[in-house]
Protein backbone atom coordinates (compact mmCIF):
# COMPACT_ATOMS: atom_id res chain seq x y z
CA UNK A 1 0.00 0.00 0.00
CA UNK A 2 1.47 3.36 -1.28
CA UNK A 3 1.69 6.27 1.60
CA UNK A 4 -1.11 8.39 0.01
CA UNK A 5 -3.50 5.00 -0.73
CA UNK A 6 -2.72 4.60 3.40
CA UNK A 7 -3.41 8.03 4.24
CA UNK A 8 -6.34 8.08 2.24
CA UNK A 9 -8.03 5.33 4.01
CA UNK A 10 -7.52 6.86 7.29
CA UNK A 11 -8.91 9.77 6.18
CA UNK A 12 -12.13 7.47 5.47
CA UNK A 13 -11.92 5.59 8.75
CA UNK A 14 -12.14 8.59 10.83
CA UNK A 15 -14.96 10.43 8.77
CA UNK A 16 -17.44 7.68 10.14
CA UNK A 17 -16.33 9.24 13.70
CA UNK A 18 -19.09 11.38 15.09
CA UNK A 19 -17.93 14.39 15.99
CA UNK A 20 -18.78 17.81 17.94
CA UNK A 21 -19.29 20.91 16.47
CA UNK A 22 -16.12 22.45 15.68
CA UNK A 23 -14.91 25.78 17.58
CA UNK A 24 -11.92 27.92 17.44
CA UNK A 25 -9.81 27.04 20.44
CA UNK A 26 -6.06 26.45 18.38
CA UNK A 27 -3.79 28.45 20.41
CA UNK A 28 -2.06 31.31 18.26
CA UNK A 29 0.90 28.67 17.38
CA UNK A 30 -0.99 26.52 15.44
CA UNK A 31 -0.24 26.89 11.32
CA UNK A 32 -2.39 29.95 10.20
CA UNK A 33 -4.26 26.97 7.55
CA UNK A 34 -5.74 25.40 10.92
CA UNK A 35 -6.64 28.85 12.55
CA UNK A 36 -8.27 29.92 9.45
CA UNK A 37 -10.31 26.91 9.26
CA UNK A 38 -11.32 27.07 12.74
CA UNK A 39 -12.01 30.11 12.72
CA UNK A 40 -14.58 29.50 9.84
CA UNK A 41 -15.94 26.72 11.40
CA UNK A 42 -16.08 28.65 14.53
CA UNK A 43 -18.30 31.33 12.91
CA UNK A 44 -19.85 29.11 10.13
CA UNK A 45 -21.02 25.56 12.60
CA UNK A 46 -22.79 24.76 9.02
CA UNK A 47 -21.10 25.39 5.59
CA UNK A 48 -23.86 26.94 4.05
CA UNK A 49 -23.78 30.13 6.36
CA UNK A 50 -20.10 31.04 5.24
CA UNK A 51 -22.02 33.35 2.50
CA UNK A 52 -25.18 35.31 3.59
CA UNK A 53 -28.81 34.23 1.93
CA UNK A 54 -32.36 34.71 2.74
CA UNK A 55 -33.67 32.84 5.97
CA UNK A 56 -36.32 30.70 3.44
CA UNK A 57 -33.72 29.81 0.67
CA UNK A 58 -30.95 26.52 0.61
CA UNK A 59 -27.75 27.50 0.38
CA UNK A 60 -27.04 27.82 -3.46
CA UNK A 61 -24.74 25.47 -5.71
CA UNK A 62 -21.53 27.87 -5.17
CA UNK A 63 -18.11 28.19 -6.20
CA UNK A 64 -17.10 30.51 -3.46
CA UNK A 65 -18.21 28.85 -0.77
CA UNK A 66 -17.22 25.42 -2.49
CA UNK A 67 -13.66 26.49 -2.64
CA UNK A 68 -13.29 27.72 0.78
CA UNK A 69 -14.68 24.16 1.75
CA UNK A 70 -12.35 22.82 -0.46
CA UNK A 71 -9.41 24.33 1.41
CA UNK A 72 -10.80 23.32 5.11
CA UNK A 73 -10.88 19.62 3.82
CA UNK A 74 -6.78 20.32 2.42
CA UNK A 75 -6.41 20.81 6.29
CA UNK A 76 -8.06 17.77 6.97
CA UNK A 77 -5.89 15.66 4.84
CA UNK A 78 -2.16 17.46 5.67
CA UNK A 79 -3.56 17.00 9.64
CA UNK A 80 -5.17 14.00 9.13
CA UNK A 81 -8.10 15.75 11.97
CA UNK A 82 -11.43 14.05 10.90
CA UNK A 83 -13.58 17.38 11.73
CA UNK A 84 -12.19 19.13 8.50
CA UNK A 85 -13.14 16.42 6.26
CA UNK A 86 -16.22 15.61 8.11
CA UNK A 87 -17.33 19.80 7.78
CA UNK A 88 -16.57 19.57 4.32
CA UNK A 89 -18.67 16.15 3.99
CA UNK A 90 -21.67 17.48 5.41
CA UNK A 91 -21.51 20.75 2.99
CA UNK A 92 -21.53 18.59 0.41
CA UNK A 93 -23.90 15.74 1.49
CA UNK A 94 -26.37 18.80 1.58
CA UNK A 95 -26.75 18.81 -1.96
CA UNK A 96 -26.80 15.74 -2.87
CA UNK A 97 -29.06 12.44 -3.63
CA UNK A 98 -28.10 8.91 -2.30
CA UNK A 99 -26.87 8.76 -5.68
CA UNK A 100 -24.88 11.92 -5.92
CA UNK A 101 -27.60 12.74 -8.18
CA UNK A 102 -27.17 17.00 -7.58
CA UNK A 103 -30.18 19.12 -6.32
CA UNK A 104 -31.45 20.80 -9.94
CA UNK A 105 -33.62 22.91 -7.74
CA UNK A 106 -29.75 24.30 -6.80
CA UNK A 107 -27.91 23.21 -9.62
CA UNK A 108 -29.48 24.48 -12.97
CA UNK A 109 -26.87 22.96 -15.55
CA UNK A 110 -28.86 24.37 -18.95
CA UNK A 111 -27.62 27.55 -16.81
CA UNK A 112 -24.29 26.94 -18.47
CA UNK A 113 -22.19 28.62 -15.77
CA UNK A 114 -18.89 27.75 -16.07
CA UNK A 115 -18.81 28.80 -11.70
CA UNK A 116 -20.32 25.76 -11.51
CA UNK A 117 -18.20 23.76 -12.24
CA UNK A 118 -15.91 24.56 -9.50
CA UNK A 119 -17.34 22.33 -6.78
CA UNK A 120 -16.58 19.98 -9.02
CA UNK A 121 -13.25 19.79 -6.96
CA UNK A 122 -14.30 19.37 -3.94
CA UNK A 123 -16.58 16.38 -4.83
CA UNK A 124 -13.41 14.75 -6.61
CA UNK A 125 -11.80 15.33 -3.05
CA UNK A 126 -14.23 13.41 -0.97
CA UNK A 127 -14.62 10.68 -3.68
CA UNK A 128 -11.10 10.20 -3.29
CA UNK A 129 -11.36 10.67 0.42
CA UNK A 130 -14.40 7.96 1.14
CA UNK A 131 -14.41 6.18 -2.19
CA UNK A 132 -17.91 6.93 -2.37
CA UNK A 133 -19.36 6.85 -5.33
CA UNK A 134 -22.09 9.54 -4.78
CA UNK A 135 -19.39 12.04 -5.58
CA UNK A 136 -17.92 10.47 -8.29
CA UNK A 137 -21.42 10.55 -9.65
CA UNK A 138 -22.25 14.02 -9.00
CA UNK A 139 -18.94 15.13 -10.48
CA UNK A 140 -19.96 13.09 -13.53
CA UNK A 141 -22.98 15.50 -13.96
CA UNK A 142 -20.81 18.28 -13.83
CA UNK A 143 -18.66 17.50 -17.11
CA UNK A 144 -21.60 16.28 -19.07
CA UNK A 145 -22.29 20.15 -18.89
CA UNK A 146 -18.99 21.18 -20.40
CA UNK A 147 -19.55 18.40 -23.00
CA UNK A 148 -22.43 21.05 -23.75
CA UNK A 149 -21.09 23.75 -22.74
CA UNK A 150 -21.41 27.10 -25.56
CA UNK A 151 -18.50 27.49 -27.48
CA UNK A 152 -17.01 30.64 -29.32
CA UNK A 153 -15.67 30.05 -32.72
CA UNK A 154 -11.92 28.49 -31.70
CA UNK A 155 -13.81 26.41 -29.00
CA UNK A 156 -13.64 28.89 -26.00
CA UNK A 157 -16.06 28.23 -23.54
CA UNK A 158 -18.37 30.93 -23.09
CA UNK A 159 -18.47 32.09 -19.25
CA UNK A 160 -22.02 32.11 -19.20
CA UNK A 161 -25.07 31.20 -21.25
CA UNK A 162 -26.05 34.95 -20.91
CA UNK A 163 -22.93 36.36 -22.08
CA UNK A 164 -22.78 34.90 -25.61
CA UNK A 165 -19.11 35.16 -26.71
CA UNK A 166 -17.35 35.85 -23.69
CA UNK A 167 -14.27 34.19 -22.35
CA UNK A 168 -13.57 35.58 -18.71
CA UNK A 169 -10.00 34.44 -17.02
CA UNK A 170 -12.54 33.22 -13.68
CA UNK A 171 -13.35 30.49 -15.67
CA UNK A 172 -10.45 29.18 -16.25
CA UNK A 173 -9.96 28.29 -12.38
CA UNK A 174 -13.81 27.20 -12.06
CA UNK A 175 -13.15 24.64 -14.77
CA UNK A 176 -9.93 24.07 -15.69
CA UNK A 177 -8.89 22.24 -12.90
CA UNK A 178 -11.94 20.08 -12.37
CA UNK A 179 -11.42 19.08 -16.06
CA UNK A 180 -7.58 17.80 -15.19
CA UNK A 181 -8.73 16.54 -11.74
CA UNK A 182 -11.64 14.50 -13.51
CA UNK A 183 -9.25 13.31 -15.88
CA UNK A 184 -6.87 11.72 -13.87
CA UNK A 185 -9.81 10.59 -11.58
CA UNK A 186 -12.15 9.29 -14.36
CA UNK A 187 -9.80 8.14 -16.93
CA UNK A 188 -10.61 10.12 -19.42
CA UNK A 189 -7.49 12.13 -21.47
CA UNK A 190 -9.63 13.71 -23.68
CA UNK A 191 -10.72 16.26 -20.50
CA UNK A 192 -6.81 17.17 -19.88
CA UNK A 193 -7.11 17.96 -23.86
CA UNK A 194 -9.60 20.24 -23.27
CA UNK A 195 -8.55 21.73 -19.62
CA UNK A 196 -5.08 22.97 -21.92
CA UNK A 197 -6.75 24.04 -24.85
CA UNK A 198 -8.89 26.35 -22.97
CA UNK A 199 -6.01 27.88 -21.00
CA UNK A 200 -3.84 28.70 -24.42
CA UNK A 201 -6.80 30.49 -25.59
CA UNK A 202 -7.85 32.40 -23.56
CA UNK A 203 -4.31 33.46 -23.19
CA UNK A 204 -3.94 33.88 -26.70
CA UNK A 205 -6.93 36.32 -26.49
CA UNK A 206 -6.24 38.54 -23.38
CA UNK A 207 -2.38 38.99 -22.91
CA UNK A 208 -1.62 42.65 -22.24
CA UNK A 209 1.59 43.36 -24.76
CA UNK A 210 2.70 45.86 -21.86
CA UNK A 211 2.44 44.19 -18.86
CA UNK A 212 2.49 40.70 -19.63
CA UNK A 213 -0.54 40.70 -17.35
CA UNK A 214 -4.14 39.40 -18.45
CA UNK A 215 -7.09 41.69 -19.29
CA UNK A 216 -10.57 40.20 -16.97
CA UNK A 217 -12.08 38.97 -20.46
CA UNK A 218 -12.60 38.76 -24.00
CA UNK A 219 -15.65 39.04 -25.99
CA UNK A 220 -15.36 37.13 -29.74
CA UNK A 221 -17.81 39.66 -31.54
CA UNK A 222 -16.53 42.67 -30.08
CA UNK A 223 -19.86 43.97 -29.63
CA UNK A 224 -20.35 44.07 -25.83
CA UNK A 225 -19.85 47.95 -25.22
CA UNK A 226 -16.86 47.00 -22.56
CA UNK A 227 -15.23 45.40 -25.43
CA UNK A 228 -11.93 47.10 -27.08
CA UNK A 229 -13.24 47.53 -30.73
CA UNK A 230 -9.87 46.52 -32.22
CA UNK A 231 -8.65 43.37 -29.72
CA UNK A 232 -12.28 42.37 -27.87
CA UNK A 233 -10.69 42.75 -24.79
CA UNK A 234 -11.94 44.48 -21.77
CA UNK A 235 -10.28 47.47 -20.79
CA UNK A 236 -8.59 46.94 -17.41
CA UNK A 237 -6.20 44.52 -15.42
CA UNK A 238 -8.21 43.09 -12.48
CA UNK A 239 -6.62 41.57 -9.41
CA UNK A 240 -8.33 38.55 -8.72
CA UNK A 241 -9.22 37.89 -12.37
CA UNK A 242 -5.30 37.14 -12.97
CA UNK A 243 -4.87 35.63 -9.43
CA UNK A 244 -8.21 32.94 -10.75
CA UNK A 245 -6.01 32.54 -14.13
CA UNK A 246 -2.60 32.01 -12.23
CA UNK A 247 -4.05 29.31 -10.06
CA UNK A 248 -6.12 27.94 -12.43
CA UNK A 249 -3.14 27.44 -14.64
CA UNK A 250 -1.14 25.63 -11.46
CA UNK A 251 -4.10 23.24 -10.92
CA UNK A 252 -4.42 22.28 -14.12
CA UNK A 253 -0.61 21.58 -13.98
CA UNK A 254 -1.29 19.88 -10.69
CA UNK A 255 -3.52 16.76 -12.67
CA UNK A 256 -1.97 17.06 -16.07
CA UNK A 257 0.41 14.22 -17.10
CA UNK A 258 3.54 15.02 -17.25
CA UNK A 259 3.97 13.07 -20.75
CA UNK A 260 1.07 15.71 -21.93
CA UNK A 261 2.11 17.45 -25.11
CA UNK A 262 1.39 21.18 -23.68
CA UNK A 263 2.63 20.81 -20.72
CA UNK A 264 5.64 22.35 -22.04
CA UNK A 265 3.49 24.80 -23.28
CA UNK A 266 1.49 25.97 -20.01
CA UNK A 267 4.98 26.09 -18.66
CA UNK A 268 5.80 28.49 -20.60
CA UNK A 269 2.86 30.52 -20.51
CA UNK A 270 3.34 30.36 -16.47
CA UNK A 271 6.72 31.45 -16.74
CA UNK A 272 6.37 34.30 -18.45
CA UNK A 273 3.04 35.09 -16.55
CA UNK A 274 4.95 34.82 -13.24
CA UNK A 275 6.93 37.30 -13.98
CA UNK A 276 4.55 39.32 -14.62
CA UNK A 277 3.17 38.83 -11.60
CA UNK A 278 6.15 39.65 -10.19
CA UNK A 279 6.68 42.82 -11.59
CA UNK A 280 3.22 43.57 -10.38
CA UNK A 281 3.80 42.85 -7.03
CA UNK A 282 4.08 46.45 -4.90
CA UNK A 283 7.88 47.07 -3.58
CA UNK A 284 6.75 48.27 -0.04
CA UNK A 285 4.15 46.18 1.18
CA UNK A 286 4.61 43.40 -0.93
CA UNK A 287 0.88 42.79 -1.98
CA UNK A 288 -0.52 43.19 -5.26
CA UNK A 289 -3.53 46.03 -5.84
CA UNK A 290 -7.31 45.66 -7.53
CA UNK A 291 -6.37 47.28 -10.52
CA UNK A 292 -2.54 45.92 -10.94
CA UNK A 293 -1.23 47.86 -13.10
CA UNK A 294 -1.99 51.52 -11.34
CA UNK A 295 -0.63 51.33 -8.13
CA UNK A 296 -0.97 54.01 -5.89
CA UNK A 297 -4.08 55.88 -8.13
CA UNK A 298 -6.50 57.22 -6.58
CA UNK A 299 -9.40 54.83 -4.81
CA UNK A 300 -6.66 51.62 -6.03
CA UNK A 301 -5.99 49.81 -2.73
CA UNK A 302 -4.43 46.57 -2.01
CA UNK A 303 -6.48 43.56 -2.45
CA UNK A 304 -6.48 40.57 -0.29
CA UNK A 305 -7.98 37.77 -2.32
CA UNK A 306 -5.81 38.58 -5.22
CA UNK A 307 -2.48 38.78 -3.27
CA UNK A 308 -3.84 35.08 -1.43
CA UNK A 309 -4.46 33.79 -5.18
CA UNK A 310 -0.69 35.00 -6.56
CA UNK A 311 0.88 33.73 -3.32
CA UNK A 312 -0.36 30.35 -3.61
CA UNK A 313 -0.35 29.81 -7.38
CA UNK A 314 3.56 30.89 -7.23
CA UNK A 315 4.58 28.90 -3.74
CA UNK A 316 2.63 25.19 -5.06
CA UNK A 317 4.33 26.22 -8.89
CA UNK A 318 7.78 26.30 -7.52
CA UNK A 319 6.98 23.30 -5.42
CA UNK A 320 5.46 21.30 -8.31
CA UNK A 321 8.81 22.38 -10.16
CA UNK A 322 7.42 24.47 -12.93
CA UNK A 323 8.50 27.61 -11.39
CA UNK A 324 12.54 28.40 -10.20
CA UNK A 325 12.71 28.41 -6.85
CA UNK A 326 13.19 32.52 -6.40
CA UNK A 327 9.63 32.73 -6.91
CA UNK A 328 9.24 31.36 -3.72
CA UNK A 329 10.76 34.56 -1.99
CA UNK A 330 8.06 36.36 -3.87
CA UNK A 331 5.41 33.94 -2.20
CA UNK A 332 7.02 34.61 1.10
CA UNK A 333 7.40 38.25 1.12
CA UNK A 334 3.58 38.32 -0.42
CA UNK A 335 2.53 36.20 2.24
CA UNK A 336 3.91 38.07 5.60
CA UNK A 337 2.28 41.07 3.68
CA UNK A 338 -1.00 39.46 3.90
CA UNK A 339 -0.50 38.66 7.41
CA UNK A 340 0.84 42.17 7.91
CA UNK A 341 -1.98 43.99 6.39
CA UNK A 342 -4.84 41.94 6.12
CA UNK A 343 -5.42 39.62 9.22
CA UNK A 344 -6.59 40.11 12.62
CA UNK A 345 -6.98 38.38 15.32
CA UNK A 346 -9.95 38.52 17.63
CA UNK A 347 -8.31 38.08 21.74
CA UNK A 348 -11.59 36.85 22.94
CA UNK A 349 -12.15 33.87 20.76
CA UNK A 350 -8.75 33.27 18.98
CA UNK A 351 -10.46 33.52 15.49
CA UNK A 352 -9.06 35.26 12.39
CA UNK A 353 -10.58 37.62 9.75
CA UNK A 354 -9.27 38.56 6.71
CA UNK A 355 -10.00 42.00 5.58
CA UNK A 356 -10.24 44.25 2.82
CA UNK A 357 -11.73 41.82 -0.01
CA UNK A 358 -13.38 43.14 -3.44
CA UNK A 359 -16.59 41.20 -2.59
CA UNK A 360 -17.87 40.61 -6.03
CA UNK A 361 -16.83 41.77 -9.88
CA UNK A 362 -18.00 41.09 -13.65
CA UNK A 363 -18.57 42.32 -16.92
CA UNK A 364 -21.58 43.52 -18.55
CA UNK A 365 -24.80 42.24 -16.85
CA UNK A 366 -27.49 44.74 -15.47
CA UNK A 367 -26.93 46.72 -13.53
CA UNK A 368 -24.03 47.11 -16.22
CA UNK A 369 -20.70 46.69 -15.26
CA UNK A 370 -18.27 48.79 -17.61
CA UNK A 371 -14.99 47.16 -16.72
CA UNK A 372 -13.38 50.72 -16.02
CA UNK A 373 -11.04 51.77 -13.51
CA UNK A 374 -13.62 52.94 -11.33
CA UNK A 375 -15.80 50.15 -11.43
CA UNK A 376 -13.38 47.71 -10.12
CA UNK A 377 -12.37 50.38 -7.39
CA UNK A 378 -15.98 51.28 -6.44
CA UNK A 379 -17.27 48.08 -5.72
CA UNK A 380 -17.92 47.27 -2.14
CA UNK A 381 -14.83 45.68 0.38
CA UNK A 382 -15.58 43.22 3.04
CA UNK A 383 -14.05 40.53 5.68
CA UNK A 384 -13.60 37.22 5.72
CA UNK A 385 -15.54 36.42 2.24
CA UNK A 386 -14.36 32.88 1.06
CA UNK A 387 -13.03 34.10 -2.43
CA UNK A 388 -11.13 35.02 0.05
CA UNK A 389 -10.34 32.74 2.98
CA UNK A 390 -10.16 29.40 1.00
CA UNK A 391 -6.55 31.30 -1.43
CA UNK A 392 -5.53 31.75 2.15
CA UNK A 393 -5.83 28.97 3.72
CA UNK A 394 -4.08 26.75 -0.06
CA UNK A 395 -1.56 29.29 0.34
CA UNK A 396 -0.71 28.90 3.95
CA UNK A 397 -0.83 25.18 3.36
CA UNK A 398 1.78 25.57 1.09
CA UNK A 399 4.42 27.69 2.50
CA UNK A 400 3.35 25.75 5.58
CA UNK A 401 5.06 23.25 4.13
CA UNK A 402 7.90 24.94 2.04
CA UNK A 403 11.54 24.39 2.60
CA UNK A 404 13.32 27.73 4.39
Known amino acids: MSQKTFHLACVTLLLSITLPSAVAEEPQT ?112 LTAQLKDQPRNSDGGFWHKKIYPHQMWLDGIF ?34 DPNTGLFFHGWD ?32 TLDNLPPDHPARPKLIALLHDFARAIANA ?26 SCLFVFALAKAVRLGCLDKHYLDVARTGYDGILKQFVETDPATGTITLKDTCLV ?16 ISEPRGSNDPKAMGPFILASLELEQAPR
Open 30 to 141: APWSTRMADSIIYRHPKAGTIEPQKADRPPPWSYSTSLAVYAIAQVGLRTGNPKYLQYSRDYADDFLDSTGHIDPTRYKPQTYKLDDIAPGRLLLLLFHATHDDKYRNAALE
Open 174 to 207: MACPFLADAGATLHRPELFDEAATQIQLIASHTR
Open 220 to 251: ESHAEKWANPSTGTSPNLWGRADGWFAAGIVE
Open 281 to 306: QDPSTHLWWQVLDQPRRAGNYPESSA
Open 361 to 376: AGLGGSPYRDGSYQYY
